[in-house]
């Protein structure tokens, strides 16, 4: 007789919460029986779980069950948490979509007919600032910190403010095999940037857009997890300082198999911005909360009300990187996304926009 080699394993259910007008992370833990070996582990092995949806803005406390249901995971790379992280899509108690879950809406506008052979890939470019008593990392607990200018991409203990966390960060996010592209300080003290998605690896990683919106949100909880451990806060405000100081988006890097075609990539990518300026309201309803205090055509943005697009122009709507532009094929970037933008929501909202579906995504 062969007897299955199983262990207990702790879990870690993750999902997102309905709060408005900004959606959060909520997580729990159960002990589960698996494989012992991660490669013969499917997502099938989860079972579905269930949560009180009263105490995260998502049902009423006289029916407050609503269903987790596993759809994605990886390690836990965590050394005092548990051995898998699992991405959990909310359910209504008859199995349909919650209202608040937007990775379903994603999903159907995936499967559209006029999306299927475009192989669309979205990389995001995840702005965060880290904040300890109420200040960002680095400012003084009086008066301002010396302007911008030498706080971008540096070195050093007088301008690189939480590097230990970032550190921890990116090593976590590589041990789960998050499709993690790298990392930088950015252009306000304490605030730095990590990005998800394609970095020209040829070992069959997933890069659809599904994949890296999953991975965007493992990255986040991974952010906020070990920054706890550390006592800092991570803000996803999309102006957290106000004033003379950069905001923080989620910038969004789009293609199709088209774009991305020799041939006919420059020609693809032009229809698309066309495509996309006729929608600008739409996407803006769908690219986060407060906006209106980081688009104001400062700061590296494009203005709110305008639509705008340019070559290697990082205050325009939508940049044209030098290297599309070089070799006439590639990406467009979407700078206007702020950081507390919904993942699921902005590729839904690319997508849909790009393959001209008529959906309405709030």
Known sequence: MIFKMKKIYLVEYIWIDGKNPVQGLRSKSRCIELEDKFEKIT?????LWNFDGSSTYQAKGGNSDLILQPVSFVIDPLE??????????VLNHDSTPHISNMRSILSNIMAHKDLRDQDPWVGFEQEYTMFRNKLPLGW???????????????IGADRAFGRNIVMQHAHACMKANIIYYGFNAEVMPGQWEFQTGYRGANNGESIDAMTICDHTYFARWLLYRIAENHGINISLDSKPMKGDWNGAGMHVNFSTKDMRQKDIGKETIDNAIELLSKKHAEHIKCYGSKLEERLTGLHETSSIDKFSYGDADRGCSIRIPRMTLIKGYGYLEDRRPGANAEPYKVAARLLATIAKIDIEIE
């Open 43 to 47: 997502i099938n092995d989860f079972p």
């Open 80 to 89: 005092d948490n548990g051995d898998y992280l699992v991405m959990c899509e």
């Open 140 to 154: 003084p607990d009086q008066g301002d910190p010396a302007p911008q200018g030498h706080y971008y991409c540096s």
